[in-house]
């Protein structure tokens, strides 16, 4: 939990609570409790992809130096702690429901080449299963 802030805004949408993660810069939408199955956990996108440089024929990425997504990371908490009407209020580590602390250290991976063990819906996760694939 110490790579990530969280902000509570009071129950105003389903995600109430936003999670950042301070080191890579991706930011989290989540209920109170993410793993029930009326529960919501997801990813909203990262801080610092507007600085992501593309090159080449714009497929290949070069992802921005690590000073640079603190940057990014440190601005976008300050803007959030000056105005709380955007993502609400900063929230202590210990006054977090267990639910959702639980599912915010499952967010962190130490591998980057391994998935959180989190739960995380996203637009791109499900297939839909063609004529061509299931003729085979």
Known sequence: MKNFIV?????????????????????FGASE????PSGLGRWIG???DHRTVLYGA????RLPA???IQTEVENYVNNAKLDPEWLG????????????RIYAEE??????????KAKIASFGEFQRTTKAATNQ
Not at 33 to 36: A, G, I, S, V
Request: proline share 7%; net charge negative.
């Open 7 to 27: 902000f509570d805004n009071g129950g105003k949408s389903a995600d109430r609570y936003t999670i950042i993660n301070m080191e890579t810069a991706d930011v």
């Open 33 to 36: 409790n993410p793993h029930d």
């Open 46 to 48: 990262n801080i610092a």
């Open 58 to 61: 714009g497929w290949r990425q």
């Open 66 to 68: 690590k000073k640079i």
């Open 89 to 100: 209020i900063e929230v202590p580590t210990n006054e977090l429901p267990e639910t959702l």
């Open 107 to 116: 967010l962190d991976v130490d591998d980057p080449r391994t998935h959180s």
